[in-house]
């Protein structure tokens, strides 16, 4: 049980480092290819370069293509209804429900200070994770060795 | 006697309209759709169709009228949603085609955008505040050239350099690109085998390529340079692809026709168009001298409309007559009468006295 929170933890932290490296992805598509929007979250979710957020981006692809609606709003879409099968918190969720938000809307300059805005906030928030896995999973661990040690004695 | 094909649909410019707009334009009869060729979309002001050479205001049942306090109105935020859906909520991805003014849609429609021109150095950046959208129904014209194909073929292998001149919206682009499809795909009945052609598609209009991807049919053996300004585009051309054709649209520079007289150089022949009434007209302007008469093109089509009816016609470098025809195929009249639903006639265009001047 303490390993599996452990772990969840871990994997948290590591969602969101992938984010952070989809940024360069989408800066790259975006502000030096300038594809549009639903063929990059496409291309992105085709190549399965999103690791856990291919769903997300999927979604958000399909739904910028075929519903016309906005980036934030296929954004907050897809990322309420895939928010299960991603390994984060609820303030994690609500940090990340505005990351489409400004996306296409404006040039390609303007794009990049949008996603260097976000990179700042994901490292940020990934450097919160970070400390959260070492210090309550270490702890998570520990319980985890201790309750099995004490159960391992009960039944002795 | 050839038939043209018409293609181009309004239900595909719909898909990409607000609601309330797509909801109007549906209503839209068949008979007028197929004869609509702009639809104007401006915050504030009532919604319009432009026909042939005359304009009404569209009404919310689809109806057509000249009364504007009883026309559909379209709403400042319908003319945004439709800016960023045109865009495909993507606005960098067309940053260099807003700041020419225009974006092209897929099918091969062009959407013409007004609003705050935003200005970095010298250069226009970009737009803000669109205030409105003027969307151009594309429609190919297939075999539209055919009756005329014969008389700028020189031989089996070779093509007349050739000239296109009309004044605005008599179709000179039109022809243009049908003229380029046979001589690429080339043609059985007229005896022509196709030739490698360019296409220097400087506003997209040609092609109308989306992503990269011609939307009109341009034949077999045509490249297209999109975007790209005439006189780099045919230098690129002549450089790179070795064409045996290039096709520019709208030459109207000095620079322009010093690029043509560079492209006879190097051997490769012209098919190009030009706004004028005439070749006189043309011959007038600064820098076209050389273009018209001896050693110029040595074909030109003329097209116009007079009274209502399309006519084109096919001279020689020296003004003689090669062939006239009353009825330019496939082309619809600048008169007609309008019908609304339930037949109700609501009125009767009126020419353009720009296109009613004959050569």
């Known amino acids: 049980m303490g390993m599996r929170l452990s772990a969840r933890l871990k994997d948290r932290q590591l969602a969101l480092q992938k984010l952070k490296d989809i940024l360069l992805f989408?800066?790259?598509?975006?502000?030096?290819?300038?594809?549009?929007?639903?063929?990059?979250?496409?291309?992105?979710?085709?190549?399965?370069?999103?690791?856990?957020?291919?769903?997300?981006?999927?979604?958000?692809?399909?739904?910028?293509?075929?519903?016309?609606?906005?980036?934030?709003?296929?954004?907050?879409?897809?990322?309420?209804?895939?928010?299960?099968?991603?390994?984060?918190?609820?303030?994690?969720?609500?940090?990340?429900?505005d990351f489409g938000e400004l996306l296409g809307k404006t040039d390609r300059e303007m794009q990049q200070a949008v996603l260097n805005m976000e990179k700042e906030k994901l490292a940020a928030m990934e450097q919160k994770a970070r400390e959260a896995a070492e210090t309550t999973g270490r702890l998570y661990r520990n319980l985890g060795a201790l309750m099995g040690a004490a159960a391992v004695i009960l039944l002795i | 006697m050839y038939k043209a094909q018409r293609t181009g649909d309004l239900s595909r410019i719909s898909c990409n309209l607000p609601d309330r707009i797509k909801r109007v334009v549906d209503r839209i009869s068949p008979e007028m759709a197929s004869r609509l060729e702009e639809l104007r979309i401006n915050a504030g002001v009532p919604l319009m169709g432009v026909f042939s050479g005359f304009d009404r205001f569209i009404c919310e049942d689809g109806t057509f009228t000249d009364k504007p306090e009883t026309?559909?109105?379209?709403?400042?935020?319908?003319?945004?949603?439709?800016?960023?859906?045109?865009?495909?909520?993507?606005?960098?991805?067309?940053?260099?085609?807003?700041?020419?003014?225009?974006?092209?849609?897929?099918?091969?429609?062009?959407?013409?955008?007004?609003g705050r021109v935003v200005y970095q150095g010298q250069a226009i950046k970009g737009m803000k505040d669109i205030s409105s959208v003027c969307i151009r129904v594309s429609r190919e014209l297939k075999g539209c050239a055919e009756e005329i194909f014969p008389f700028i073929m020189s031989g089996s292998h070779d093509i007349w350099n050739t000239m296109v001149i009309s004044p605005p919206r008599c179709g000179k682009t039109t022809m243009l690109r049908d003229i380029c499809r046979i001589i690429s795909t080339g043609s059985e009945k007229a005896g022509f085998a196709g030739l490698r052609t360019v296409i220097v598609d400087e506003r997209s209009e040609i092609?109308?390529?989306?992503?990269?991807?011609?939307?009109?049919?341009?034949?077999?053996?045509?490249?297209?340079?999109?975007?790209?300004?005439?006189?780099?585009?045919?230098?690129?051309?002549l450089r790179g692809m070795s064409p045996a054709v290039i096709v520019v649209d709208e030459l109207g520079t000095r620079q322009d026709a010093e690029s043509v007289r560079m492209a006879w150089n190097a051997g490769a022949r012209i098919v190009a168009t030009a706004h004028a009434y005439d070749t006189g007209d043309l011959r007038e302007r600064l820098g076209f001298g050389m273009l018209i008469g001896k050693g110029g093109f040595e074909r030109c089509i003329v097209l116009g409309i007079r009274d209502g009816k399309r006519w084109v016609k096919v001279t020689d470098a020296y003004g003689n007559l090669l062939y006239r025809n009353d009825k330019a195929p496939g082309m619809h009249d600048g008169i007609f009468r309008m019908h609304g639903h339930g037949d109700e006639a609501v009125g009767e265009a009126e020419r353009q006295a720009a296109c009613a001047s004959e050569a």
């Open chain 1, 26 to 97: 989408l800066e790259n598509e975006m502000c030096a290819m300038g594809k549009p929007l639903n063929k990059v979250f496409e291309d992105l979710a085709k190549g399965n370069y999103g690791g856990v957020w291919t769903p997300v981006f999927h979604l958000s692809g399909g739904i910028l293509k075929e519903q016309s609606l906005n980036a934030g709003s296929a954004w907050r879409i897809a990322l309420k209804e895939t928010a299960a099968t991603l390994p984060l918190t609820l303030e994690d969720l609500d940090l990340l429900r």
């Open chain 2, 71 to 114: 026309a559909f109105r379209v709403g400042r935020e319908e003319v945004e949603e439709l800016f960023y859906r045109l865009c495909e909520h993507s606005v960098y991805a067309y940053q260099e085609d807003i700041a020419r003014g225009f974006i092209t849609i897929k099918g091969g429609f062009r959407a013409g955008i007004c």
């Open chain 2, 207 to 237: 092609a109308a390529c989306y992503m990269g991807i011609a939307q009109n049919d341009c034949g077999p053996r045509t490249d297209v340079l999109d975007g790209c300004r005439k006189p780099e585009g045919i230098e690129m051309a």
